[in-house]
């Protein structure tokens, strides 16, 4: 999600930061810095990632709604938004702590889920955390070929597009890479866009509601429905109800603006943390310790990393652009 035109509806900024920030706090205790019993009990911290996707339907609406915006440009302001940085952690995670091997390095570069050897099933990343990101940069596929549509009817063929992936996907042997992508985390993705598209919202108190959804109904039920996606879609709804009402808060909103960052390097900190930090401090002091590092780490990489370098392409593409104008108007 682009930030600046995101500013003035602060509920979904500071979602941004607070979906980044559960997934920071899930991975405490996945990475082993924090002992848990019941893993139960913080794992739906992971549910992060449907708030992000709800978030990135809604902002695909909003960014284009009344815009003159082709598919290839479009995408490639998603790409300029998401590659640089998610290359650059993987190749930095590969040198570090896992390998570079052409079979692993290159499908994951290419958004493409790796296959496990043995089991029916995909294994991560190089980049773990960048399993989210295949279905992100689908998604953005079914986006831009809903461009081609008239405004009015632009959800209307991203969703239909997206029913019949997944109805394809359940009559048709697809190749496991993509029959992965079949899930049912992709109505987040049309939820956040009839969000957008209708200008929904709940009452607030949805929003912890959703939230206590997300923690307790995991002990009744594994039900992907009622675990993940009634609750993010009720913390969204019950969010939104607070635009126009929500000040701007400096701390909300840079991680807001660094989640991006935050959520792809933080496994960078729990390993330190894990490593160096855990054995010779208590578990009550490291989640706070791991989350403010995280944080501060994904900070400093969105200002001395992710913005320069978006920067730079954006003013490149521009640049680009103002240069095909002219030759038009010349010729």
Avoid at 15 to 36: K, N, S, W
Avoid at 162 to 191: D, I, M, T, V, W
Wanted: aromatic share 12%.
């Amino acid at each position: 999600m682009d930030a600046p035109a995101q500013q003035h509806q602060y509920s979904i900024h500071y979602l941004r930061a607070l979906a980044a920030l559960m997934v920071v706090a899930c991975h405490c205790f996945g990475y082993g810095i924090v002992p848990v019993a019941d893993m139960r009990a913080v794992e739906w911290l992971r549910h992060g990632v449907a708030i992000f996707f709800v978030i990135s339907g809604f902002v695909m609406v909003v960014s284009t709604t009344g815009r003159d915006i082709g598919a290839g440009e479009f995408l490639m302001r998603r790409l300029i938004r998401i590659v640089p940085l998610y290359w650059l952690a993987t190749l930095a995670w590969g040198l570090l702590w896992s390998d570079l091997a052409p079979d692993r390095l290159i499908p994951s570069l290419a958004f493409v889920f790796l296959l496990d050897p043995v089991l029916p099933m995909a294994r991560p990343p190089v980049l773990a955390v960048g399993w989210s990101l295949n279905f992100e940069m689908f998604f953005y596929l079914i986006f831009a070929a809903a461009l081609f549509v008239p405004q009015q009817w632009r959800l209307y063929a991203a969703c239909a597009m997206l029913l019949a992936y997944a109805a394809l996907a359940s009559l048709l042997p697809l190749p496991p890479q993509a029959a992965f992508l079949a899930n049912p985390l992709l109505a987040l993705f049309a939820g956040g866009m009839a969000m957008a598209h209708f200008n929904l919202r709940l009452p607030v108190i949805c929003a912890p509601l959703g939230l206590a959804m997300m923690a307790l109904v995991p002990y009744a039920t594994d039900s992907v429905v009622a675990a993940v996606l009634v609750p993010a879609m009720l913390i969204v709804l019950g969010a939104r109800s607070l635009d126009g009402r929500l000040p701007h808060w400096k701390l909300p909103a840079l991680l807001g603006d660094a989640s991006y960052s935050i959520y792809l390097t933080h496994i960078f900190v729990m390993q330190f943390i894990a490593w160096y930090v855990a054995p010779h401090l208590p578990g009550v002091a490291l989640v706070p310790l791991a989350i403010v590092a995280a944080s501060v780490f994904g900070v400093a990489v969105y200002r001395m990393v992710e913005l320069p370098i978006t920067s730079f392409l954006r003013a490149a593409l521009r640049a680009r652009r103002q240069r095909l104008a002219l030759s038009e108007q010349a010729a």
